[in-house]
C-alpha cells in the first residue's frame, strides 16, 4: 500500500530560508555553512578539530576542484602568498577562484556529472554499438560547467535545448548536443521490429528521476509507488512526454547503422547534400515506421485475444504476426542497407520532437496491454502541472524543464547543493543522495540543506558560487585530526567536527601518475575516436564493439563502454555506466596493492618520473625533496630522507644504474597511503 502520510514527508516542503543561528564563540564561523554547523556541535559538546596546514589545503581544494594534485610552481607560489600575506584566508580564497577558473574544474566535475548521467560511448544494447558522437555531450557538459551555465539553464538545455531559440547555428548545435543527455538513454535488445522503445523510456525516466529530483519514480510503473506519493498515473504522464521524443537509433545487430541522427548544419546544406537520396529515405522511413506501428498493433490484438483462445486460434495469431514482423526486418534491412550509401554528415546523438501523444497506463508495466490515456503532466505532489492545450503540439519537454527547474519545486535545489556538498565532503547532508523519498535517509542538517538550496537560487543558480561557500567555510577547512572523545559520541561526524578523509578515485588516481611524470596531455578531446565507419560494422551479441583507444589525455577523455567495463576502472571502484552512480564505492582489495607493484603504467609512470628527476642538476636531498613536494605536496621528514637516500644508496649498488634506484624510490612513494589518500 502506498504510505498514506508521504506528501508530509520532509523533502515534499517548500524550501525554506531558516537565518544562520547564534553561536556562543563567535570568532569561530567563517561564514553562515560554519554557524549552522558549530550550533549542533556545541548543543553535542563536540570540540571542532584544529584547522588543516595550508599545504594540506591547497592539495585538498586541488584535487576537490580539478582532480589534479598541486604541481611544483604551484606549492612554491602558494608557499609564498601565505609568507607574504597578512591574512591566510584572502590567499585561499584566491586559490579557490584561481582553481575554479582552470579548464580543469569543468573536467573534474563534469565527471561528477557524467556518473549521475551514466554517459558512455556506447549505446547499451546486445552488441553495445559505438556512438561516435557521444563525445560531444561530454565535452559540452565540461564546457558548460567551465562557463557557470547556471544549472536551470543546464537542465533546460539537456531536457528541451533543441525547442529553445538560438540565434546562431552554433548555439543551435550546442543546444542540440545539449540533449545527449535523453539521447544517452541505454538501448536494448538486437531487432529493430521488436525494439522495447518503453525500456529506453524507462531509463530516461529512472535516470531523471535519481539524477534531478531524488526520486525512485521508475518503482510506479507497473504500480503505484509503495512508498513514495508517485502514482501509475504519475509515471505515464511523463512517459507521454518521452514517447513524444524521437530518440536517435544508434544500431543493433540487424540493424548496423545509425538513422535518426541529429544534423549540425543548416537544413538547407543538409538538403542540399541528402537531395539525391531523399526520396528514397523517406520511402523506406515511412514503410518501416508502417511496419512497426502494424506489428506493435498485431502484438496488443495479440495479447487482447489469445485470453480463452483456442491453440488452434493462437497458432494462427502467431503466424500473423510472425509475418508481420518478417516483413519490418525486411523494411529495416532495406533502410539500413540504403543509409550505409548515403552521404555522412556532421551530426550529433541527440533528440528531436516527435509524434505528440499521450501515453496509456501499460497494465502491470507490459507495453502491449494498453490501459486509460494519462494527458501528458508533472507528478501530483509536486505540482501535478498538465501540459496545457496551446503546448500539446509539442512534446512538452521544454514545459517539463520549466516545471523541474521552477524555484516552487521543492526537489531540484536540494538534490544538487546535496550531491555538490557530498563529493566536497563524502558525504551528503542527506546520505542517500539519489532517493529523497520516505526510504531514503533524512538530512542531518535540515535547515543547512534549506539555507543552502535558497542561497544556491538567489545566486542564479551558480555552481561556482556553491562551491566557493562550501570551501571558504571553516568547517571545510578542518585537518583530520581525530579526537578520541569526539569519536566516542559522533563515530560517523555526522556533525562535521573534522574534515572526512577521502581517497582518490580512479580517475584522480592516472591523471595525478600521468602528471607527476610528465606525461599528461592536458588538450581536451575535440575529435571523435577513430571508430570504423557504419559500412564496415559487424558487432552482434557474441562479438560487441570492445575496442579502446588508449591516450594519455585526461581520464574523463577515454572511451567508455556499457557492457565491458575497463578492468583499471572495475579495480579502483571506477561508475558503472548503465545507471547513475550516486557514490563511488571504495573498496580495498589485493588487486589494488598488486596494481601498485607490477602494473606496467605505474612502472612507466615511475620512470618517466625518475628521467626527470636524474636529468637535474641536484644533490640527491635536493631531488628527493621535490619528489616528496610533487607527490605528497610536502617536504620529506629527516627520518624520511635518511631512510630513503639509505634505500637508494643500497639499489644504486646492487643495479649500478641512477635512473633503476630512483625508479624504485618513486614506486614506494606512489604505494603510500598518503599518496592515495586526501587528509
Given at each position: 500500500m502506498?504510505?498514506?502520510t508521504s506528501?508530509?514527508h520532509w523533502s515534499f516542503?517548500p524550501?525554506t530560508?531558516?537565518p544562520p543561528?547564534a553561536v556562543r564563540d563567535?570568532?569561530w564561523?567563517?561564514?553562515?555553512?560554519?554557524?549552522?554547523l558549530?550550533?549542533?556541535?556545541?548543543?553535542a559538546?563536540?570540540?571542532?578539530?584544529p584547522?588543516?596546514?595550508?599545504?594540506t589545503?591547497?592539495?585538498?581544494?586541488?584535487?576537490?576542484?580539478?582532480g589534479?594534485?598541486?604541481?611544483?610552481?604551484e606549492?612554491?607560489?602558494?608557499?609564498l602568498?601565505?609568507q607574504?600575506?597578512e591574512?591566510v584566508r584572502?590567499?585561499f580564497?584566491?586559490?579557490?577562484?584561481?582553481l575554479?577558473?582552470s579548464?580543469?574544474y569543468?573536467?573534474?566535475?563534469g565527471?561528477?556529472?557524467?556518473?549521475w548521467?551514466?554517459?558512455?560511448?556506447?549505446?547499451?544494447d546486445?552488441?553495445d554499438f559505438?556512438v561516435p558522437?557521444?563525445?560531444?555531450?561530454?565535452?559540452?557538459v565540461i564546457?558548460?560547467?567551465?562557463?557557470?551555465l547556471?544549472?536551470?539553464?543546464?537542465?533546460?538545455e539537456?531536457?528541451?535545448?533543441d525547442?529553445?531559440?538560438?540565434?546562431?547555428?552554433?548555439?543551435k548545435n550546442?543546444?542540440?548536443i545539449?540533449?545527449g543527455y535523453l539521447?544517452?538513454?541505454?538501448r536494448?535488445?538486437?531487432?529493430?521490429?521488436?525494439?522495447?522503445?518503453?525500456l529506453t523510456i524507462?531509463?530516461?525516466?529512472d535516470?531523471?528521476g535519481?539524477?534531478v529530483?531524488?526520486?525512485?519514480?521508475?518503482?510506479a510503473?507497473?504500480?503505484d509507488?509503495k512508498?513514495?506519493?508517485?502514482?501509475?498515473?504519475?509515471?505515464?504522464g511523463?512517459y507521454?512526454?518521452?514517447?513524444?521524443t524521437?530518440?536517435?537509433?544508434?544500431g543493433l545487430?540487424l540493424?548496423q547503422?545509425?538513422?535518426?541522427?541529429?544534423?549540425?548544419?543548416?537544413e538547407?546544406?543538409?538538403?542540399?547534400?541528402?537531395?539525391?537520396?531523399?526520396?528514397?529515405?523517406?520511402?523506406?522511413?515511412?514503410?518501416?515506421e508502417k511496419?512497426l506501428?502494424?506489428?506493435?498493433?498485431?502484438?496488443?490484438?495479440?495479447?487482447?485475444?489469445s485470453r480463452?483462445?483456442?491453440?488452434e486460434?493462437?497458432?494462427?495469431?502467431?503466424?500473423?504476426?510472425?509475418a508481420?514482423?518478417?516483413?519490418?526486418?525486411?523494411?529495416?534491412?532495406?533502410l539500413?542497407?540504403?543509409l550505409?550509401?548515403?552521404?555522412?554528415l556532421p551530426t550529433?546523438?541527440a533528440?528531436?520532437?516527435g509524434?505528440?501523444?499521450?501515453?496509456?497506463v501499460?497494465?502491470?508495466?507490459?507495453p502491449d496491454?494498453?490501459?486509460?490515456?494519462?494527458?501528458r503532466?508533472?507528478?501530483?505532489?509536486l505540482?501535478?502541472?498538465?501540459?496545457?492545450?496551446?503546448?500539446s503540439s509539442?512534446?512538452?519537454?521544454?514545459?517539463?524543464?520549466?516545471?523541474?527547474?521552477?524555484?516552487?519545486?521543492?526537489l531540484?535545489?536540494?538534490?544538487?547543493?546535496n550531491?555538490v556538498?557530498?563529493?566536497?565532503f563524502g558525504?551528503?547532508?542527506v546520505?542517500?543522495t539519489?532517493d529523497?523519498g520516505?526510504?531514503?535517509e533524512?538530512?542531518?542538517h535540515?535547515?543547512?540543506l534549506?539555507w543552502?538550496?535558497?542561497?544556491f537560487?538567489?545566486?542564479?543558480?551558480s555552481?561556482?558560487h556553491?562551491?566557493r561557500?562550501?570551501?571558504?567555510?571553516?568547517?571545510?577547512?578542518?585537518?583530520?585530526e581525530?579526537a578520541?572523545?569526539n569519536l566516542?559520541?559522533?563515530p560517523?561526524?555526522?556533525?562535521?567536527?573534522?574534515?572526512?578523509?577521502q581517497?582518490l578515485?580512479a580517475?584522480?588516481l592516472r591523471?595525478s601518475l600521468?602528471?607527476?611524470?610528465g606525461?599528461?596531455?592536458p588538450?581536451?578531446?575535440?575529435?571523435?575516436?577513430?571508430?570504423?565507419?557504419?559500412?564496415k560494422?559487424?558487432?552482434?551479441q557474441?562479438h560487441?564493439?570492445?575496442?579502446?583507444?588508449?591516450s594519455?589525455?585526461?581520464?574523463v577523455y577515454q572511451?567508455?563502454r556499457?557492457l565491458?567495463?575497463?578492468p583499471y576502472?572495475?579495480?579502483?571502484d571506477?561508475?558503472?555506466p548503465n545507471v547513475c552512480?550516486?557514490t563511488?564505492d571504495?573498496?580495498i582489495?589485493?588487486?589494488q596493492?598488486l596494481y601498485?607493484?607490477?602494473?606496467?603504467?605505474l612502472?612507466?609512470?615511475?620512470?618517466?618520473?625518475?628521467?626527470q628527476l636524474?636529468?637535474?642538476?641536484?644533490?640527491?636531498?635536493?631531488?628527493?625533496?621535490?619528489?616528496?613536494?610533487s607527490?605528497?605536496?610536502r617536504?620529506?621528514?629527516?627520518?624520511?630522507?635518511l631512510?630513503?637516500?639509505?634505500?637508494?644508496?643500497t639499489v644504486?649498488?646492487?643495479?649500478?644504474?641512477?635512473?633503476?634506484?630512483?625508479?624504485?624510490l618513486?614506486?614506494m612513494?606512489?604505494?603510500?597511503?598518503?599518496?592515495?589518500?586526501?587528509?
Amino acid at each position: 500500500m502506498p504510505a498514506k502520510t508521504s506528501s508530509a514527508h520532509w523533502s515534499f516542503q517548500p524550501i525554506t530560508n531558516p537565518p544562520p543561528p547564534a553561536v556562543r564563540d563567535e570568532s569561530w564561523p567563517l561564514n553562515p555553512i560554519d554557524r549552522f554547523l558549530q550550533a549542533t556541535r556545541e548543543a553535542a559538546g563536540l570540540p571542532p578539530a584544529p584547522d588543516a596546514a595550508p599545504a594540506t589545503l591547497l592539495r585538498r581544494a586541488s584535487y576537490d576542484l580539478t582532480g589534479l594534485p598541486p604541481t611544483l610552481p604551484e606549492l612554491a607560489n602558494f608557499t609564498l602568498a601565505i609568507q607574504a600575506s597578512e591574512d591566510v584566508r584572502d590567499v585561499f580564497t584566491a586559490l579557490v577562484d584561481r582553481l575554479l577558473d582552470s579548464p580543469a574544474y569543468g573536467e573534474r566535475w563534469g565527471r561528477h556529472w557524467l556518473d549521475w548521467a551514466r554517459y558512455a560511448d556506447t549505446a547499451g544494447d546486445n552488441s553495445d554499438f559505438p556512438v561516435p558522437q557521444a563525445f560531444l555531450y561530454r565535452n559540452y557538459v565540461i564546457n558548460s560547467l567551465n562557463r557557470d551555465l547556471p544549472y536551470d539553464r543546464f537542465l533546460t538545455e539537456q531536457l528541451a535545448g533543441d525547442l529553445l531559440p538560438a540565434a546562431s547555428q552554433e548555439e543551435k548545435n550546442r543546444q542540440t548536443i545539449a540533449t545527449g543527455y535523453l539521447a544517452m538513454a541505454r538501448r536494448f535488445g538486437s531487432l529493430v521490429e521488436t525494439y522495447p522503445q518503453h525500456l529506453t523510456i524507462e531509463d530516461t525516466l529512472d535516470n531523471l528521476g535519481r539524477t534531478v529530483m531524488g526520486l525512485t519514480i521508475s518503482c510506479a510503473r507497473c504500480h503505484d509507488h509503495k512508498f513514495d506519493p508517485v502514482s501509475t498515473r504519475d509515471y505515464y504522464g511523463l512517459y507521454g512526454i518521452f514517447a513524444s521524443t524521437r530518440y536517435p537509433f544508434p544500431g543493433l545487430e540487424l540493424f548496423q547503422t545509425q538513422w535518426d541522427f541529429v544534423p549540425l548544419i543548416p537544413e538547407a546544406e543538409v538538403r542540399e547534400k541528402l537531395q539525391p537520396f531523399q526520396q528514397h529515405t523517406d520511402n523506406l522511413t515511412t514503410e518501416l515506421e508502417k511496419m512497426l506501428t502494424a506489428a506493435g498493433t498485431k502484438t496488443a490484438e495479440n495479447a487482447n485475444k489469445s485470453r480463452g483462445a483456442s491453440v488452434e486460434e493462437q497458432r494462427r495469431m502467431k503466424g500473423e504476426l510472425a509475418a508481420v514482423l518478417g516483413k519490418a526486418r525486411k523494411a529495416g534491412e532495406n533502410l539500413a542497407e540504403h543509409l550505409k550509401k548515403t552521404p555522412a554528415l556532421p551530426t550529433a546523438y541527440a533528440v528531436r520532437e516527435g509524434k505528440p501523444v499521450n501515453a496509456p497506463v501499460q497494465l502491470k508495466g507490459e507495453p502491449d496491454r494498453p490501459g486509460a490515456e494519462v494527458p501528458r503532466k508533472f507528478p501530483d505532489i509536486l505540482g501535478g502541472q498538465v501540459l496545457p492545450p496551446e503546448a500539446s503540439s509539442g512534446s512538452g519537454r521544454l514545459e517539463l524543464a520549466g516545471w523541474i527547474t521552477s524555484p516552487d519545486n521543492p526537489l531540484t535545489a536540494r538534490v544538487i547543493v546535496n550531491r555538490v556538498w557530498q563529493r566536497h565532503f563524502g558525504r551528503g547532508l542527506v546520505p542517500s543522495t539519489s532517493d529523497f523519498g520516505l526510504r531514503g535517509e533524512a538530512p542531518t542538517h535540515p535547515d543547512l540543506l534549506d539555507w543552502l538550496a535558497t542561497d544556491f537560487m538567489s545566486h542564479g543558480w551558480s555552481l561556482k558560487h556553491l562551491h566557493r561557500l562550501i570551501m571558504t567555510s571553516r568547517t571545510w577547512q578542518l585537518s583530520s585530526e581525530a579526537a578520541e572523545a569526539n569519536l566516542a559520541a559522533d563515530p560517523g561526524n555526522t556533525r562535521y567536527w573534522k574534515s572526512n578523509r577521502q581517497r582518490l578515485d580512479a580517475e584522480s588516481l592516472r591523471d595525478s601518475l600521468l602528471l607527476i611524470s610528465g606525461a599528461l596531455d592536458p588538450a581536451p578531446q575535440t575529435e571523435a575516436y577513430p571508430i570504423p565507419p557504419s559500412s564496415k560494422w559487424e558487432y552482434t551479441q557474441h562479438h560487441p564493439f570492445k575496442e579502446d583507444y588508449p591516450s594519455n589525455k585526461r581520464s574523463v577523455y577515454q572511451i567508455t563502454r556499457r557492457l565491458t567495463a575497463q578492468p583499471y576502472l572495475q579495480t579502483f571502484d571506477g561508475p558503472d555506466p548503465n545507471v547513475c552512480t550516486a557514490t563511488r564505492d571504495t573498496s580495498i582489495t589485493a588487486l589494488q596493492a598488486l596494481y601498485f607493484i607490477n602494473d606496467p603504467f605505474l612502472h612507466e609512470q615511475a620512470a618517466r618520473y625518475a628521467e626527470q628527476l636524474t636529468e637535474q642538476k641536484l644533490s640527491d636531498g635536493q631531488r628527493l625533496e621535490n619528489a616528496f613536494l610533487s607527490i605528497l605536496a610536502r617536504p620529506p621528514a629527516p627520518d624520511e630522507t635518511l631512510l630513503l637516500l639509505t634505500h637508494l644508496k643500497t639499489v644504486r649498488n646492487q643495479t649500478q644504474n641512477d635512473h633503476s634506484a630512483w625508479s624504485s624510490l618513486i614506486r614506494m612513494l606512489f604505494r603510500l597511503n598518503e599518496f592515495l589518500y586526501l587528509d
